[in-house]
């Protein structure tokens, strides 16, 4: 097989998330019917939490809790009355302005007439949301419900890992040499397994050229296994993934440099522990049909 087939191949395969330390947020989702007076009135008060953080207003946020009332983030820093509880909130809004709350109430346990404890799960935010579990001590003084303490707990994302486990297989190093030049790619997991990322590279007489990165993940819109692709050339396409017998099937689509539109269907295959069969069908660049590749093998780095 010509290197020039792997390189065109190539080019035819194929968020901000935040550490913000944010105060608890509550929004007015109720997950099952109230079962006392005590109850309802400690969800409308959750509803005007959320009101008062969709409207970025501190100074109501703050009123919510008693005078002496103390709130303890996810970092474990704690603010103390309500001055500093809305001092707080007023430096989280005008650091990320239009940031929206959702909450699901898990549980509201009522210890007395004048006590309760709330738990749940907090989000902030709509792209790569960011979640909390929080714990809210609710009392009731002069027949209204404030909050005496609150404390959130950040939930750790879990990892998608799960999804597309039979990836693991591509983990390392794989190359293919002859006298004519080498290729080279590496997969690797990152960011606590929730997506890999792999460097490729062709080399002809010694020097590269072509390279590029590509990073694979679970698509969680589509649900599918998806792919975006990077080369030096300036090119970038993007994939979606589907297992078969023996490795995965990669529907690709993309552009080159130059704007040219691409697109092809990819095999990578298993033969064995050690080898990797790669080959390049339907393959389309403009209006042109391209020719199917011969298999590449790439073997295993030790």
């Not at 959130?152 to 390392?172: Q, T």
């Not at 080159?256 to 080898?275: C, E, M």
Request: glycine letters at 8%; charged letters at 25%.
């Amino acid at each position: 097989m010509k290197f020039t087939q792997f390189i065109i191949g190539l080019l035819l395969i194929g968020p901000i998330t935040g550490m913000m330390l944010a105060p608890p947020i509550l929004n007015a989702e109720e997950t099952r019917a109230p079962t006392t007076l005590n109850e309802t009135e400690i969800r409308e008060c959750a509803k005007t939490f959320a009101n008062a953080f969709n409207s970025a207003d501190a100074k109501a946020i703050a009123a919510q809790w008693t005078e002496e009332g103390d709130y303890t983030n996810e970092a474990g820093i704690e603010f103390n009355g309500r001055e500093a509880i809305e001092q707080e909130y007023a430096n989280f809004f005008k650091q990320y302005p239009g940031v929206k709350i959702k909450i699901d109430i898990e549980e509201i346990k009522m210890l007395s007439d004048t006590s309760a404890i709330e738990e749940g799960t907090a989000t902030l935010g709509e792209f790569a949301p960011v979640e909390c579990h929080y714990v809210l001590i609710h009392v009731k003084k002069n027949g209204k419900w404030l909050i005496a303490s609150a404390r959130d707990m950040r939930i750790e994302a879990k990892s998608n890992f799960e999804r597309f486990s039979e990836l693991e297989k591509l983990i390392g190093t794989w190359s293919h040499e002859t006298s004519a030049g080498k290729i080279k790619t590496t997969y690797r997991w990152i960011a606590n397994k929730k997506f890999i990322e792999r460097d490729f590279s062709v080399s002809i007489d010694g020097k590269t050229t072509l390279s590029g990165t590509q990073i694979i993940g679970w698509e969680p819109s589509s649900q599918q296994i998806t792919s975006w692709l990077f080369d030096s050339t300036g090119g970038n396409g993007v994939a979606t993934w589907s297992p078969t017998e023996k490795g995965w099937m990669i529907q690709s689509s993309g552009v080159t440099s130059d704007g040219t539109v691409t697109a092809a269907t990819n095999y990578w295959n298993f033969s064995g522990d050690d080898t990797l069969v790669w080959k390049s069908t339907n393959r389309i660049m403009g209006n042109e049909p391209l020719a199917e590749t011969a298999e590449l093998r790439l073997k295993r780095a030790k």
